[in-house]
């Protein structure tokens, strides 16, 4: 058998393990709408002095008078075409409310997850190599410390020490200094747009005020990510090769990271997969904390608001990034590891 | 001294809990602080100096000092008496939540690697879908779902729980299933009933008693980010994540006793709980044995 074609194999099984999971998700979220109190046909009435006429109207415009299956098989149709209603609060299409505060979310979750990564994998590897020592009891428990605490709790101390005490962060509030010029809307992906822009100052404000949330994203995974890192590493370290690669006097560079590191690496690259799920709910509350123009504060606001559209199509829309996140990681894993190709 | 080698050296669980204990003092520490907590939380309506919910006009916002340790609110509210009233609202709930995913989920996860076949699929497939959500956004629906009461808090911490105690449960069992005693007790005439509760649940036990308590810390976690965001619980209930919403809008105000003291309680007790899992992981499971 080749690589290639095993390659193909393996993506094709993996794709064709995805749709029951998107079946499922949309069932979930057809319920969860169901579920959720009011009537949504009194909603999308004229307004509060709607008659009972009205209502029977909109609900048969809306197709709720229609048996369950029939709405049901609606609804997949109309999010197969990415039809996910209007939001009462914005008056928008919620696909387009969400399409334009998805970057702002993106951009935090990912610089987030890279600083997380340039905490973890170092601590992880100092911990497995001194593993036992009082250097692995002490950066456990930092890591376990920063698991502990809510995400909130860790946003409100950093506002408290970097923008109250010593005046070094800006204003935690909106992604970029209100008084600067915004650069046109590229990517949705401020940074990058102001870099396309050539807009400097705009850069560095966007960044000053992307670092605290994104490092209260960080504090929360770290402890699951160096853990990993550490167990993978200890398992390695503890193997015959680098027992030879030691013997035979290499340098440490060579042993720990050029060998030990590249084959311990793969765990820890499914669990990002994992971690990413966590980081995606714990979205909602620092962009709370931080007023981040979010999708997870969209949500959240749309929810107090009891207006159940655009927390549907949020719901649906975590969920297919944590499938797609989850599905490139293992198909990221098959092309490194030929064992997982072949089952 | 001198070894007797005659007998085999078998560590019992007091004495391997000790050299663990003696080990990792950080684990030490959660396994006194654990149990202290717990009894501040039963007994927080008799230690608390004032009433939790009694305003007092003339000492409002008063920083740490003699008569309020941790300082009062903006009525004048005794902070330290609802941080310790919150612990006994937020432990109840946490208790309560991981007593019911942990029933739930190991019945469940349970009976599927006992079946096999379609439930076990079924089973995979469900916990398989629940994981596709970030967890802590199906906990906020459900609680917009059910209402905000205490009740759904505790629906959705135990949710939010449910699907590692199933996987859990699930693995543990189907791997004592194939255990060489199982197959002993079985050919020495035990019934699935006996074997299930004398046999496989007993050695389940201990890895699900970890979970338990790393779960606690979740649904502590849970509990107050959802009443942080504004959902469940409503003010003016001493709960912390309530406390830490209201006090945030005052530390920059200079006012930081409002929110420092319940987000300390708040993070010392879900790290308590992590604390102690990760010590009992290390009591129980044998392949950490040094």
Redesign the interface.
């Known amino acids: 058998m080749t690589r290639n074609s095993d390659i193909r194999r393996f993506l094709f099984r993996r794709l064709l393990g995805v749709l ?2 998107l079946a ?2 949309g069932l ?1 979220t057809f319920i ?1 709408v169901r ?3 009011g009537d949504p046909a009194v909603y999308y009435a004229t307004g509060p002095m709607a008659t009972q006429e009205e209502i029977a109207q909109v609900r048969t415009t809306l197709g709720l008078d229609r048996p369950l299956a029939e709405q049901l098989a609606r609804y997949f149709k109309d999010i197969s075409v990415g039809d996910l209603g209007r939001s009462l609060v914005t008056g928008q299409l919620v696909s387009s409310d969400l399409r334009e505060r998805f970057p702002a979310s993106f951009e935090l979750t990912f610089v987030a997850m890279l600083l997380a990564l340039s905490f973890s994998i170092p601590l992880g590897i100092v911990a497995a190599i001194r593993s ?1 020592s009082w250097i692995d ?1 002490v950066i ?2 930092i890591g ?2 920063g ?7 860790a946003g ?2 950093l ?2 020490i970097f923008y ?1 005490k010593l005046g070094l962060a800006p204003e935690p509030i909106d992604r970029i200094d209100p008084f600067m010029l915004k650069p046109p809307a590229v990517t949705g992906l401020l940074m990058i747009d102001c870099l396309l822009a050539g807009n400097f100052p705009a850069f560095a404000s966007a960044l000053a005020r992307l670092l605290l949330p994104a490092l209260t994203m960080a504090i929360i995974v770290v402890a699951p990510l160096m853990r990993m890192t550490r167990a993978s590493m200890i398992a390695v370290l503890t193997s015959d090769f680098i027992r030879t690669a030691r013997a035979a006097g290499m340098g440490w560079w060579k042993v720990y990271v050029s060998y030990g590191l590249r084959n311990a690496l793969l765990p820890v690259l499914t669990t990002i997969g994992l971690v990413v ?9 620092v962009e ?2 931080f007023a981040w123009p979010g999708v997870g504060s969209y ?2 606001n749309s ?2 608001a ?1 207006d159940y559209a655009p ?1 549907q199509g ?2 649906l829309l ?2 297919c990034v ?2 797609v996140i989850n599905t490139a990681v293992d198909v990221l894993h098959a092309l490194v590891d030929p064992r997982v190709r072949i089952e | 001294m001198v070894r007797d080698f005659s007998q085999p050296n078998v560590s019992t669980p007091p004495a391997q809990a000790w050299l663990v204990l003696a080990r990792n003092p950080v684990s030490a520490a959660a396994f006194f602080f654990v149990p202290a907590l717990a009894a501040l939380a039963v007994l927080a309506p008799w230690i608390a100096p004032y009433d939790p919910n009694a305003t007092d006009l003339d000492h409002v916002l008063q920083g740490p000092n003699g008569s309020h340790w941790f300082g009062t609110d903006q009525v004048g509210r005794d902070v330290l008496s609802r941080v310790l009233v919150a612990a006994r609202l937020d432990l109840a709930i946490a208790v309560s939540a991981v007593l019911l995913s942990f029933v739930v989920g190991t019945v469940i996860g349970g009976a599927a690697a006992l079946y096999g076949g379609l439930p076990d699929r079924l089973t995979g497939r469900l916990t398989d879908v629940l994981m596709t959500f970030p967890l802590f956004v199906v906990a906020m629906a459900m609680v917009a779902a059910l209402g905000n009461s205490i009740q759904s808090i505790v629906l959705a911490s135990a949710l939010v729980n449910l699907p590692f105690f199933v996987r859990l449960a699930r693995s543990e069992i189907s791997v004592l299933r194939t255990q060489q005693f199982v197959e002993a007790a079985r050919a020495g005439g035990n019934n699935e009933r006996q074997i299930l509760f004398g046999f496989m649940i007993p050695n389940a036990l201990p890895m699900l008693t970890v979970q338990v308590s790393t779960g606690l810390g979740w649904a502590v976690l849970n509990a107050a980010s959802l009443s942080f965001i504004g959902l469940g619980i409503r003010p003016p209930t001493a709960e912390w994540g309530i406390m830490v919403a209201e006090g945030a809008a005052n530390i920059l105000s200079g006012f930081w006793w409002l929110a420092v003291f319940p987000a300390m309680a708040l993070t010392l007790t879900v790290l308590g709980f992590n604390l102690l899992g990760d010590g009992l992981r290390d009591v129980i499971d044998v392949r950490t044995r040094r």
């Open positions: 029951p999971l499922g998700v979930f969860l579920v959720l109190p036992g009891h456990r428990f376990t410390l698991v502990s605490m809510p995400a909130f709790v409100i101390i506002i408290f109250f799920s966590y980081q995606l709910g714990a979205n909602v509350v709370k904390v949500a959240l929810l107090l009891t927390v949020y719901v975590m969920a944590y499938v």
